[in-house]
C-alpha cells in the first residue's frame, strides 16, 4: 500500500510502533487527497474530523490541525460550537456563554424533536433578543476574518447579528437551504464575538443553529473538529439528519470517522451491528460526492475498571477489512501505539 510520510518526532518510546506509522489504502481515489495537499499553496484545503470526547475537547484534533498549519498554512479554525448553550463543555480553544431561552439536543440524549447537526448538538429558542458568545483563549483566531453561521433556513427564521469584540456588526438572514451557511465577512481581527437573534418580520418565530465555521479568505488548512462526548456511529446514522447536508456545504477534502469506543464499551461486543452503522456512516458521508476520500482510524485499547476488554485486535480486524471493502484508508492507531498492553505504558509514560 502506498505510505504516507510521517512527521518528524522528538521524542520517541520504545513501545511505539513507528515502523506501522502509516496510511493505509488500496484504492488510488485516496490520492485526490495528497494532490489537494499539493496545491493548498494556492488553494484552500478542507477536512473534517467526525469523532466523540476527544474529538469534542479538540485536544487531539486541535494539535493536528496546528501541526497541519504550520507545514500547508492556515485557512482557518472551522467548527465552533456554543456548546454552553446546550450544556456541556466546550473545547480547549474557546469558551461560549448563552443568554435567553434556548432549547438544546445533543446526539447522545434522547430525541426531542430537533434535527441534530455535525457538530453532534443543536439550539433553538422561540424568543427574539437571545444570544450566544464565543471567545477564543490564546491568539486572534483569525485574520480578515469569515463567520460562517448554520442555522435553520426559512421565512419563519429570525434572522442572526454577529457582533466582534473589535466592534463590527453585522446582521443577515439564514441560508435558504438547510445545512447551508450564510457568511459573515468582517474586515479586523477579533477575539471573541456574539450572535444575537433578531425578529424582523411578524412571521417569524424561531431560530435553530447547528454551529458555526471560523474561516479566512486564504490558502492552506481548515481542520473541522466535529465530535461530542459519548458519540457513536449510530448517532450519526440515526440521529443527525443534518450532518450530510453540511458535510455537502463545507465540500471538505478528506473526512475522517473516529469513533467507536463508546459501542465497544456499552455493549462490549457486537460485531454486526458495528460493521452496519460504520459502513451506512460511509454512505452517508458520500452522499453528496460518491468518491469523496475517507480515513477511518482504528480504535484504542480499552480498558473498563482496570480490566482489559481484549477486543481491539478484533475490531481491528473488522475496520481493516469494512476500509477495504468501502475504500477508504486506514490508520491503525492500536498498533502504531503497541498493541495489546500498549495503553499499561502509555499511562506509565504519562501519555495517557
Not at 522528538?10 to 494532490?35: H, S
Not at 463567520?147 to 469584540?165: E, K, L
Request: contains cysteine; neutral net charge.
Amino acid at each position: 500500500m502506498p505510505v504516507l510520510d510521517s512527521m518528524e518526532q522528538g521524542t520517541y518510546f520504545p513501545f511505539i510502533r513507528y515502523d506501522l506509522n502509516q496510511i493505509e489504502y488500496r484504492d488510488q481515489g485516496f490520492q485526490t487527497f495528497f494532490a489537494a495537499l499539493k496545491q493548498s499553496s494556492t488553494h484552500t484545503v478542507r477536512i473534517i474530523h467526525i469523532g466523540d470526547s476527544h474529538v469534542h475537547a479538540d485536544s487531539f484534533t486541535g494539535n493536528v490541525r496546528e501541526q497541519l498549519q504550520k507545514i500547508f498554512g492556515r485557512a482557518g479554525h472551522g467548527l465552533a460550537f456554543p456548546f454552553a448553550a446546550a450544556k456541556t463543555h466546550s473545547t480547549r480553544f474557546y469558551t461560549s456563554q448563552a443568554w435567553g431561552t434556548w432549547r438544546y439536543n445533543q446526539s447522545v440524549f434522547p430525541p426531542n424533536g430537533l434535527p441534530i447537526g455535525l457538530s453532534g448538538a443543536v439550539i433553538e429558542t422561540s424568543v427574539p433578543g437571545s444570544s450566544v458568545s464565543m471567545s477564543f483563549y490564546d491568539q486572534t483566531p483569525l485574520q480578515s476574518p469569515i463567520v460562517r453561521v448554520f442555522c435553520a433556513g426559512d421565512s419563519n427564521s429570525f434572522s442572526a447579528s454577529i457582533q466582534t469584540n473589535s466592534g463590527e456588526k453585522i446582521t443577515a438572514r439564514c441560508a435558504a437551504k438547510p445545512g447551508d451557511s450564510t457568511s459573515y465577512s468582517l474586515g479586523k481581527e477579533f477575539q471573541s464575538f456574539s450572535m444575537q437573534t433578531i425578529k424582523a418580520a411578524p412571521g417569524e418565530n424561531y431560530f435553530r443553529l447547528f454551529g458555526f465555521s471560523l474561516e479566512r479568505e486564504s490558502p492552506g488548512i481548515i481542520y473541522h473538529s466535529a465530535g461530542i462526548n459519548g458519540a457513536r456511529f449510530s448517532d450519526l446514522v440515526q440521529r443527525q439528519s443534518m450532518a450530510p447536508a453540511m458535510i455537502r456545504s463545507i465540500n471538505p477534502d478528506l473526512v475522517i470517522l473516529d469513533m467507536g469506543i463508546n459501542e465497544v464499551y456499552t455493549f462490549r461486543d457486537a460485531p454486526q451491528t458495528f460493521e452496519s452503522d460504520v459502513r451506512t456512516s460511509i454512505s452517508l458521508i458520500r452522499k453528496w460526492n460518491p468518491g469523496l476520500p475517507v480515513l477511518i482510524l482504528n480504535l484504542p485499547e480499552i480498558y473498563v475498571q482496570s480490566t482489559n476488554l481484549n477486543l481491539s485486535d478484533k475490531y481491528t480486524i473488522l475496520l481493516r477489512k469494512i476500509a477495504d471493502e468501502t475504500n477508504c484508508a486506514f490508520y491503525d492507531t492500536y498498533g502504531i501505539a503497541g498493541g495489546r498492553g500498549s495503553m499499561y505504558n502509555w499511562a506509565l509514560s504519562g501519555l495517557a
